[in-house]
């Protein structure tokens, strides 16, 4: 009998198959699937904001930063046998979740942690294979590392996987 693991928000967890990981209400947040597809070794990061290095305290909590909770997860991945060289990932989330026309960064967190996530996955050779990011609507996602499969709810929407 498999484990569905709750991620929280600004949280990252680990499993491994046939367990999975989920994560709820990813507005502006970015939650990254990552896999090795050999081990089955999996995880899921619900992160909040881009950059740690312009935040003081950012150390109190690395999952909520993109470039910080992206490498622990990968380290918590890599302590339990996946190997970095097979990791793959899917993204979802960094949605516009309030119809304002700024175009200051406060409003365009969804943008900028998606862009931050694409970044630090490429500096780790860590390739994504799907994403459903941007948009004006939140998500709930469920990861399963036996398979890959990275299923999306929206509400309103059908479900889909990536």
């Excluded at 941007?134 to 929407?157: D, Q, W």
Aim: charged share 20%; proline share 2%; net charge positive.
């Amino acid at each position: 009998m498999s484990e569905i693991i709750k991620v929280g928000m600004a949280d990252l967890k680990t499993c491994v198959s046939p367990n999975g990981v989920t994560t709820l209400g990813l507005g502006s947040c970015v939650g990254i699937a990552i896999r090795d597809p050999v081990t089955k070794i999996g995880g899921l990061a619900h992160i909040m904001l881009p950059d740690s290095t312009s935040m003081r305290n950012s150390q109190q909590n690395i999952a909520k930063y993109a470039d910080t909770g992206i490498a622990e997860l990968v380290r918590q991945m890599e302590k339990l046998g996946a190997s970095r060289s097979r990791m793959v990932a899917k993204i979802a989330g960094g949605a516009r979740m309030f119809a304002l026309q700024s175009k200051t960064d406060a409003v365009q967190v969804g943008g900028r942690n998606v862009a931050a996530t694409k970044q630090i996955l490429k500096q780790m050779n860590i390739k994504i294979l799907a994403e459903d990011t941007g948009l004006n609507y939140g998500r709930t996602v469920t990861f399963f590392p036996e398979t890959g499969g990275f299923h999306i709810r929206a509400v309103g929407k059908s479900e889909t996987v990536i």
